[in-house]
């Protein structure tokens, strides 16, 4: 579903904007994540004891950022919360010290922690939920080839739940609901893709080519689209 927020040019200059997106920021929201290749990333320099750090943000309903930052040095991982830009939330700045980072995978969401920390506490960092049955729709019908002349429609033939909670998961990592998606213009294409998605009471529409620069992600989606239909 795209939604259009509007308001008022005097209200929205009122509404200072305090600090930039880094590099090293993840944005996650309950059924999205935007730059995931960042948090792979410093999951792989964890594994092999390389320092690397990041920075997740949430957003609080009035769209104001709360942050969390993880610092690792090679051994432990230094932990920051800063919620300081929620102009409706009680201020709170803290810090601290944890052992461990792990995450918990299952067929639904995705969790990660920090733990054995200083102060006794487990942090959930992040959760990214991927139920297909928790939601009153989750459908899609994707069309592909040369000539779009193949489809997969889950309207006109269904998929059990955990099939598509894998698509589900996929779209998730493409931050799907969230994308600012342009349709592709190149004209040199061999494989062609058309992908409508209906969540809820919205719906989404994509169609890319194999040629169109940053539509890999989505490529991605249906490649797993197709993988999971053919190993029905």
């Known amino acids: 579903m795209i939604i259009a927020a509007i308001c008022l040019l005097t209200a929205c200059q009122e509404k200072e904007i305090k600090s930039v997106p880094s590099k090293d920021e993840i944005k996650i929201s309950y059924n999205g994540i935007e730059n995931v290749e960042r948090l792979t990333h410093f999951i792989k320099q964890i594994e092999v004891r390389k320092k690397d750090k990041i920075r997740i943000s949430h957003h609080t309903i009035e769209g104001d950022p709360i942050y969390e ?63 297909s049955s928790s939601e009153d729709r989750f459908d899609f019908a994707l069309k592909y080839g040369p000539n779009l002349e193949n489809a997969i429609d889950t309207n006109k033939t ?38 409508t998605v209906w969540m809820n009471g919205g719906k989404r529409h994509f169609n890319w080519s194999d040629c169109d620069k940053g539509e890999d992600v989505f490529t991605e989606v249906a490649e797993t689209i197709i993988q999971v239909y053919e190993n029905q």
Do not use: W
């Open 69 to 131: 930052e993880v610092k690792y040095n090679g051994k432990i991982f230094n932990y920051k919360f800063d919620n300081s830009e929620d102009d409706f939330g009680v201020k709170d700045i803290r810090t601290t010290s944890c052992q461990t980072f792990h995450v918990d995978e299952n067929d639904v969401q995705m969790s990660g922690y920090l733990d054995q920390c200083d102060d006794g506490q487990r942090i959930e960092l992040f959760t990214l939920h991927y139920d």
């Open 158 to 195: 269904p998929m059990d739940n955990k099939e598509k909670n894998t698509v589900f998961k996929n779209l998730v990592y493409a931050d799907f609901l969230n994308q600012k998606y342009e349709q592709g213009v190149c004209t040199n294409s061999k494989m062609k893709y058309d992908l």
